[in-house]
Structures are given as C-alpha cells and as structure tokens.
C-alpha cells in the first residue's frame, strides 16, 4: 500500500524559479528518501534525511522532516529545464525496515 | 564501483508466455535485492525483497515469482503472462540505512 503520498501531483515552473514538493506519510519511520526518475528510467536516490534530522542539504535541494506531523518537504532552488522529471518519495518504515514505500510521484516540469 | 545491471530494457510477450527478468549487481556483498513494478504516472509498488541467497519474500499474491540463485543475482519468473502484468519492472539494491540503487529497467507489454 502506498506510504508516502506527494503535493502536488504535477508542477511547472519557468527556469530560474524554487520547486517546492510535498510528501505526507502515515506510519512511523527510521527514515525518508527523495528520488528522482526520468521518463521511462530507472530512479536515482536524491538524498536520505533520517527520522532525527530536520533539515539535510545537497546541492541546489533542501530536505526537510517534520516526524510530528508526518510531512517532508523537497526544494530544488534556481530550477534547470534538467531537473524535469519526476519525484518521489519514499518511506523506510519502522514496521518494515527492510523495504521502502513510494508515493506516487511528483511531475515537474521545469520550462526554459 | 558499484553497479546494477538489468536486461531487457524493453520485452513484448504474449498472453500465457513464460517471463524471465534477471538482474545482477556488482561491487558489493550481501546487497538487499528489491524488485518493483511502476503502473504508468504511478508510484512503486513492492513486488519481492530478498536479504540473502535462497531468502524472498512476497509482498502481493499475483502470477509472479522471484529467485535469488547468488549472492548478487536477483530472477523475476512467471509461468504465464497475464494482460495484467504489463508494466515497469525495476530491480534494485541496497544495504540497510542507505539509500537503493535502481536498475535502469524493464518495459514490459504483455499482448
């Protein structure tokens, strides 16, 4: 069953310009995952925050986790026609801690 | 390095034909091996997990099957195809508390 479930569903934004995506869970976790995947391949890990952090930097992205309301947010500062593609969330649950749960995805589409 | 190899990229098959996916990875021991399908504009959906050689578990009851024969090879099986397993099938791996690599995948049309 889906874990994570990403707002908004489909975002475009003029190059130059912060995305900002959202992903809410439902169960308690030992961490959350932002990956990225390009139309029709296979997704690359972005950046892994654990249930202890609240914010966690890479480049132009922005992390953060907010375990009391079960939310994490995705920033990707100074966007490039590039960063289009989707993005994903995903949960590394306590209850499972072998598997991840993805959401459903973020489409952003960044336009030059 | 680190690698993951998946074949075939693309796979066309028919209805009640026999399907094997395989998967390897490189340059690491032990990996958790991950096999998902992806619906189209959909999220993941955990198909099989396996932590060890001879070790998987099944995640939902559907027409498939997964094998891990070695340490680093990972089978995704069916007897027969149904319309319903078209989709994109994505292996990957990972060590606990680390993020997972994925496969570039697999493209399958069951016709």
């Known amino acids: 069953s889906q874990q994570g479930e990403e707002d908004p569903q489909a975002l475009s934004i003029q190059e130059g310009e912060n995305a900002t995506m959202n992903c809410s869970y439902k169960?308690?976790?030992?961490?959350l995952q932002w990956y990225r995947q390009n139309s029709g391949r296979g997704l690359v890990h972005l950046i892994l925050?654990?249930?202890?952090?609240r914010e966690k930097h890479s480049g132009r992205l922005r992390v953060t986790l907010d375990t009391s309301k079960k939310s994490s947010s995705l920033l990707i500062t100074a966007s490039r026609a590039a960063d289009t593609a989707s993005y994903f969330c995903?949960?590394?649950?306590?209850?499972?801690?072998?598997?991840?749960?993805f959401g459903s995805g973020t489409q952003l589409t960044v336009l030059p | 390095s680190q690698t993951i190899h998946q074949w075939p990229a693309t796979l066309v098959q028919p209805v009640g034909s026999p399907l094997s996916l395989e998967c390897t990875v490189e340059?690491?021991?032990?990996?958790?091996l991950y096999w998902y399908r992806q619906a189209a504009g959909r999220g993941l959906q955990l198909l099989f997990y396996?932590?060890?050689?001879?070790?998987i578990s099944s995640e939902v009851p559907q027409n498939l099957s997964a094998s891990r024969p070695q340490d680093r090879q990972f089978i995704l099986s069916s007897k027969k195809l149904l319309l319903s397993d078209s989709g994109f099938y994505l292996c990957?791996?990972?060590?606990?508390?680390?993020?997972?690599?994925f496969g570039s995948g697999t493209r399958l049309t069951v016709v």
């Open positions: 925050i654990r249930s202890n952090e």
């Open positions: 169960t308690s976790i030992n961490n």
């Open positions: 990957a791996w990972s060590v606990y508390g680390t993020g997972y690599t």
């Open positions: 396996s932590v060890g050689i001879g070790q």
């Open positions: 995903a949960t590394d649950q306590l209850s499972s801690a072998r598997q991840l749960t």
């Open positions: 340059g690491t021991s032990n990996p958790n």
